[in-house]
């Protein structure tokens, strides 16, 4: 299983490099075992027998087949590699991301099926870290929410029961000026929940900055911290929260413009989407960030039952429905 073929640059190129089925399988491969030892993801020994007529592995320890797919997103797909790959290339480098819709008529599958395959390439493009930021850091929180003039009348008379903020959903995002940005949905924008936030994301003695809010008062013990009353003016200095302001463009961009409409419940999901495409913005260029998010599809499992809310998450304490 050999190729010497240079790997694809742009969409063009990908699409014809994973046009070739065998092509498409043993750069696969390489992606899911860069170091080419192949190990069986069951057990985790290398012993096994390559079956090469039906593409899998017979692992001689445990006595089980397993395929390039089991242990990560891909595991029990019927749809082939060539599809799958494109699907990811779409993804992790349209600046707006990629409709469902679009998707399916593009790799020709069902808008069902395709919102799936999404879900599940989002679900790898999580970044956890336990590395927390430091040098200059901006702290803002924006409202995610559908606009009432956009929505059915049907629609609207079930989200829209006040006004202002009542119906929205606060998200809050922390940036390292010149490095990268996390988000987080919180259940409000009270004192302990933000701060407990930044706490947790930002290395004391950093010079954090962040608009007038009064839930941020109180960090100066711990933080530079330093406030711009966008009442007054949105730059002061280097005090500013245009680089966070800027993220939540590009997020609502997506969100109105591509997905339209998205329900609060999956609303973590688009934001690891947009987290990724901005944190390896300028350092990589498509093949790159493809071949990133390639790299971290193995030990992610998500189900159909899971996403649609047919089984509850615990670990974002919400069930998973989008309509």
């Known amino acids: 299983m050999e190729t010497t073929a240079e790997a694809p640059k742009t969409l063009k190129e990908a699409i014809e490099y994973f046009a070739d089925r065998d092509r498409c399988f043993v750069y696969a491969v390489k992606l899911r075992w860069p170091t080419g030892k192949i190990t069986c993801p069951r057990c985790g020994y290398d012993q096994h027998s390559f079956i090469s007529t039906r593409r899998l592995w017979f692992c001689k320890p445990c006595q089980k087949q397993f395929t390039m ?3 990560t997103i891909f595991e029990d797909s019927p ?17 707006n991301g990629i409709s469902s819709y679009e998707l399916g008529r593009d790799i020709g599958v069902t808008q069902r099926t395709a919102w799936f395959m999404l879900h599940r390439i989002r679900y790898s493009l999580q970044q956890g870290s336990v590395t927390k930021m430091k040098g200059t850091v901006e702290v803002d929180e924006t409202f995610i929410g559908g606009k009432a003039r956009n929505m059915h009348i049907a629609q609207r008379k079930r989200r829209i029961t006040g006004s202002g903020t009542k119906d929205k959903i606060p998200v809050m995002g922390i940036v390292e000026r010149g490095g990268k940005v996390r988000t987080v949905v919180v259940p409000d924008r009270k004192k302990k929940t933000l701060q407990g936030e930044v ?18 008062q109180g960090l100066e013990g711990q933080y530079a911290h330093k406030v711009v009353d966008h009442a007054v003016e949105y730059v002061n200095g280097a005090v500013h929260t245009n680089t966070m302001e800027n993220f939540w463009s590009l997020l609502k961009r997506s969100l109105h413009g591509t997905y339209v409409s998205v329900e609060p419940f999956h609303l973590f999901r688009y934001l ?26 193995e030990g992610r499992r998500l189900t159909y039952k899971q996403v649609s809310g047919k089984l509850h998450d615990p670990e974002k304490n919400h069930c998973d429905v989008e309509k």
């Open 69 to 71: 797919k089991v242990g």
């Open 79 to 95: 749809l082939g590699m060539d599809k799958w790959m494109v699907a990811f290339w779409l993804l992790v480098n349209c600046k």
């Open 199 to 216: 706490k947790k994301h930002v290395e004391a003695g950093s010079a954090l900055y962040s608009d007038d809010l009064l839930s941020y």
């Open 272 to 297: 690891d989407e947009q987290a990724f495409r901005y944190n390896n913005r300028c350092e990589k260029n498509d093949s790159d960030r493809f071949t990133q998010a390639m790299g971290q599809v």
